[in-house]
Structures are given as structure tokens and as C-alpha cells.
């Protein structure tokens, strides 16, 4: 019993400090993924992925096509074609089924790696955008809403929006003298 006693005192020592520590130092909460998804940093981003993606599966497409007419091609003429024959076609397909395999796997593994990199970049962006505001907003906490498991803030200790405003703002500057 004593030492429940003894438990209770210091949960209840520390939610009052918690309390009055919290009331002095302000803070304040972002979501970074929707900060990414709004910005028209992210927004470039993406459509040029998408570019990326819908090129590489015309590639894929054509390669594909390659394949099964050369497939077919086999089918048809495999009953006349000497056995020889028919195994250099069967062997040629296979090599270039698994070079198309080995090519797409690597066309993924690019575009993935390139994806992450551009969102790391972006996200490193708004992470020093959210520091000088919570600097000049004189937050001591600013708490990312998506990692930390913040269900819901108050509307009024929300960055997001803001961050995003100065984000597109100095994306377009950037943007402007290129």
C-alpha cells in the first residue's frame, strides 16, 4: 500500500508540473505529409513522377509487346522449324524475358530511389520553414502531427497551413530565376 502511495504522490507530482510547465512554453503542431501534398513543391514532384512512370510504361509496353510477338512467333512456326532451330528462338525469348525483367526491376528501383530523395529534399525544405516559424511564433514544441500519433489539436496551434504559404512562396522565387 505504501508504495502505491508512493506511485500515486509522483504520477500526480508529475502531471501537475507537466501542467505548469506546458502553460509556459507554447507549442504548436504540423503534418508534414499534408504540407508535402499541398505544396506546389510536392505537386511538381509528382507530376514529374508521373511523367517518369507513364514514359517508362510506354517502354515497358513496346518491350512487352516485343516479347509476345516473338512468343507467338514460336507458337506458329514451332512445328516447322527444326529442333535447333526452335531452341535457339525458345533460348533467345527466355534471355529476353529476364532482361526485361532485370530492366524493369531496375527502372522501379530508380524511379523509387529518386521519388524518396525528392520527398526527403522536400521535406527537409518545410522541416527549416517550420523551425524560423516557430522561432518568430516563439513555439517551444512543434510537434509533427503524423509521426507523433496527434490525433487532433487545436486548429489555432496548427502551422500547417502557414508553412505551406511560405513553402509555395519561396518555391516560386526558386522557381522564378531558373
Not at 508504495?3 to 512554453?25: N, P, Y
Not at 535457339?88 to 521519388?115: G, I, W, Y
Request: aromatic share 8%.
Amino acid at each position: 500500500m505504501k508504495k502505491f502511495g508512493m506511485f500515486l504522490a509522483t504520477v500526480l507530482f508529475l502531471w501537475f508540473s507537466g501542467e505548469a510547465v506546458a502553460a509556459e512554453a507554447k507549442i504548436a503542431y504540423v503534418n508534414l505529409q499534408k504540407a508535402l501534398n499541398e505544396s506546389t513543391a510536392g505537386k511538381d514532384a509528382k507530376a514529374e513522377m508521373a511523367a517518369e512512370i507513364k514514359k517508362g510504361q510506354e517502354q515497358v509496353n513496346a518491350k512487352q509487346e516485343e516479347l509476345k510477338k516473338l512468343k507467338e512467333d514460336i507458337e506458329k512456326k514451332g512445328a516447322i522449324l527444326s529442333k535447333e532451330a526452335r531452341e535457339q528462338k525458345e533460348a533467345e525469348f527466355n534471355r529476353k524475358s529476364q532482361e526485361f525483367q532485370k530492366s524493369f526491376m531496375q527502372s522501379e528501383d530508380v524511379l523509387r530511389k529518386k521519388e524518396q530523395e525528392s520527398v526527403r529534399e522536400i521535406i527537409k525544405e518545410l522541416e527549416e520553414i517550420v523551425k524560423v516559424l516557430a522561432k518568430e511564433k516563439g513555439y517551444a514544441y512543434v510537434i509533427e502531427k503524423t509521426e507523433s500519433g496527434l490525433i487532433v489539436g487545436p486548429p489555432d496551434m496548427d502551422l500547417t497551413d502557414d508553412v505551406v504559404k511560405i513553402y509555395n512562396k519561396q518555391y516560386k522565387k526558386e522557381k522564378e530565376k531558373k
